[in-house]
Nanobody, 131 residues
Framework: QVELVESGGGLVQAGDSLQLSCAAS??????????WGWFRQAPGKEREFVAA????????AYADSVKGRFTISRDNAKNTVYLQMNSLKPEDTAVYYC??????????????????????WGQGTQVTVSS
């Protein structure tokens, strides 16, 4: 069983920064073999892709709405992925979810952007950006 625990959410003002963390645990879990992703869901809206990292960690992808402001990174030794969020905007307000999985449909370079490409999900952490 794999468990993902997120942290770092909170209430900030527009223009501020936050860093989300997501740590995975499980007897056989290894971040080295996993792609990682961040998704978010605002009230009344569908879950949307935010950022992702390929298994190799060489390739990353971002939603256009966060490109240039958010950065995904990972520490495989700690089985942890991060989302650094800068220049936050009120429209970034949402519950943020991390996800991971072996991305069997692609190679080590493949960056999964769809939720159904991930097997394990965190419980979500609230990010609220006030104007």
């Amino acid at each position: 069983q794999v468990e993902l625990v997120e942290s770092g959410g909170g209430l900030v003002q527009a223009g501020d920064s936050l860093q989300l963390s997501c740590a995975a645990s499980g007897r056989t879990f290894s971040s080295y073999a996993m792609a990682w992703g961040w998704f978010r869901q605002a009230p009344g809206k569908e879950r949307e892709f935010v950022a992702a990292s390929s298994k190799s960690a060489v390739n990353v992808a971002y939603a256009d709405s966060v490109k240039g402001r958010f950065t995904i990174s990972r520490d495989n030794a700690k089985n942890t992925v991060y989302l650094q969020m800068n220049s936050l905007k009120p429209e970034d307000t949402a519950v943020y979810y991390c996800a991971t999985g072996p991305a069997r449909g692609g190679g080590t370079w493949y960056v999964p952007r769809r939720g159904n490409e991930y097997e394990y999900w965190g419980q979500g952490t609230q990010v609220t950006v006030s104007s």
